[in-house]
Nanobody, 116 residues
Framework: QVQLVESGGGLVQTGGSRRLSCEIS????????MSWYRQAPGLERELVAV????????NYVESVKGRFTISRDNAKNTSYLQMNNLKPDDTGVYYC?????????WGRGTQVTVSS
């Protein structure tokens, strides 16, 4: 059973930083494309960042480019989302996602709240 567990969420002031972690268990982490999604209240879940299984080709939604960095440590079975210069619009529940071919897995999410 593949499980994803996020951590690192919390309350942060505008302009602050936060690093989210996503640890995967029960699967071959190095085989998965890892992504981070977020969902703000009343809005649909959106893709924030994605990184391929080898750690290359990171892609970001336009609104976070230059502020967020996705990375992974295959030795630790963990993906990270470093978030800098946070804005109130970044508030939401952040979800970790792993995909390998048609197999997709989600974490339960971690809340990030950016105060103005």
């Amino acid at each position: 059973q593949v499980q994803l567990v996020e951590s690192g969420g919390g309350l942060v002031q505008t302009g602050g930083s936060r690093r989210l972690s996503c640890e995967i268990s029960g699967g071959t982490f190095s085989a998965y494309t890892m992504s981070w999604y977020r969902q703000a209240p009343g809005l649909e879940r959106e893709l924030v960042a994605v990184i391929n299984s080898a750690g290359g080709r990171p892609n970001y939604v336009e609104s976070v480019k230059g502020r967020f960095t996705i990375s992974r440590d295959n030795a630790k079975n963990t993906s990270y989302l470093q978030m800098n210069n946070l804005k109130p619009d970044d508030t939401g529940v952040y979800y970790c996602h792993a995909q390998r071919a048609i197999l997709r897995y989600w974490g339960r999410g971690t809340q990030v709240t950016v105060s103005s």
